[in-house]
């Protein structure tokens, strides 16, 4: 497996423009997150979906993002309209779900450095 | 939400040396830990994952272990080498499936 697979790795968009972010998950992973990377906040937990449903989005920040997956196999994280203070890079990770297994070992993509001006 | 502590949060140590990083976390009630790795500009790397019933796991010259009561964790690297020299984050997952990150701790590794 080619691993956790993000596009595109870097975005510079201007502010108030839609960003839509994408991430592949290892085949087989029934679990799905997305996380901001700052350095005055380091890594924040925005959403995650289990079993392409989402379980929990207290993470995410404002009404501007959204985060779907209509399939197993994909995933996206909307910001509509961006904002400079967005700025970050943007993390997606799978793992196999709680009780689905014994390896929950989680990975992580290579990320995704927005940039809104 | 659960807090996770990472000290120090920069440690610069000369090539050869033994080293500790130290991670905590307020509720004792988790699924597994994880340790990874991030060089800069990077993504993150999983080194060592420990289940909540083990006290320790292994991998080369690195080595984990938990506490679950005392609410720790510790990764120690072993004959330190400059390549070793990145953040190191600690990651602890509940039985609800999240997954909360500590500060991590920035490795410097002189040579």
């Known amino acids: 497996d080619a691993g956790v697979i993000q596009s595109p790795r870097h975005e510079v968009t201007e502010m108030g423009q839609e960003v839509t972010l994408r991430c592949k998950p290892i085949?087989?992973?029934?679990?799905l997150f997305w996380y901001r990377q700052t350095m005055m906040r380091g890594l924040e937990l925005l959403i995650y979906?289990?079993?392409?449903?989402?379980?929990?989005d207290s993470g995410m920040p404002e009404d501007r993002f959204s985060a779907k997956m209509p399939n197993a196999s994909f995933s996206t994280l909307k910001i509509q309209p961006s904002e400079p203070r967005d700025s970050a890079v943007y993390f997606c990770?799978?793992?196999?779900?709680?009780?689905?297994?014994?390896?929950?070992?989680?990975?992580f993509g290579q990320g995704t450095r927005l940039t809104v001006v | 939400k659960q807090e996770v502590t990472q000290i120090p949060a920069a440690l610069s140590v000369p090539e050869g040396e033994n080293l500790v990083l130290n991670c905590s976390f307020t509720?004792?009630?988790?699924?597994?830990l994880q340790w990874f790795r991030q060089d800069p500009g990077k993504g993150l790397t999983s080194l060592l994952l420990?289940?909540?019933?083990?006290r320790e796991q292994t991998s080369g010259r690195l080595n984990a272990s938990l506490d679950k009561s005392s609410g720790r964790s510790t990764l120690y690297i072993a004959a330190s080498q400059p390549g070793d020299s990145a953040t190191y984050l600690c990651?602890?997952?509940?039985?609800?499936?999240?997954?909360?990150f500590g500060t991590g701790t920035s490795l410097t590794v002189i040579p």
């Open positions: 085949s087989g992973h029934n679990s």
């Open positions: 990770a799978s793992s196999l779900a709680i009780g689905q297994g014994s390896n929950t070992e989680a990975f």
């Open positions: 990651a602890v997952r509940f039985p609800g499936n999240q997954f909360y």
């Open positions: 979906f289990n079993n392409n449903v989402p379980i929990d």
């Open positions: 509720d004792s009630a988790i699924y597994n």
């Open positions: 420990i289940q909540s019933s083990q």
